[in-house]
């Protein structure tokens, strides 16, 4: 069974920061491609950051330079550490797990989200 138990997310000031985590159970988590998606009332799901099974990071435009991400695949945990944040990153912030194997589907798995809120 597949889980993901996400936390960290919560109010915070423009220009604070937070750490969101998201532990993963039930898959080769190693294998996996980690990533943070988010979505704003009324707006699209977009990719926050990714890192592959190697370590390599990818940013979106808007969070470049004020968040991190990077993963623990002894505790089967990708963080994302988010600083100096404006109100527009207010979203639900969604942990994605992505593998994409030599034969057959991928496999492609998604947290329940947690919300995080920049406000004065």
């Known amino acids: 069974q597949v889980q993901f138990v996400e936390s960290g997310g919560g109010l915070v000031q423009p220009g604070g920061s937070l750490r969101l985590s998201c532990a993963a159970s039930?898959?080769?988590?190693?294998?996996?491609?980690m990533a943070w998606y988010r979505q704003a009332p009324e707006k699209q799901r977009e990719l926050v950051a990714r890192i592959s099974h190697g370590g390599i990071k990818n940013y979106g435009d808007s969070v470049k330079g004020r968040f991190t991400i990077s993963r623990d695949n002894a505790m089967n945990t990708v963080y994302l550490q988010l600083d100096n944040l404006k109100p527009e990153d207010t979203a639900v912030y969604y942990c994605?797990?992505?593998?994409?194997?030599?034969?057959?589907?991928?496999?492609?798995?998604w947290g329940p989200g947690t919300q995080v809120t920049v406000s004065s």
């Open positions: 994605n797990a992505y593998w994409a194997p030599s034969k057959g589907s991928p496999f492609d798995y």
């Open positions: 039930g898959i080769s988590f190693s294998r996996y491609a």
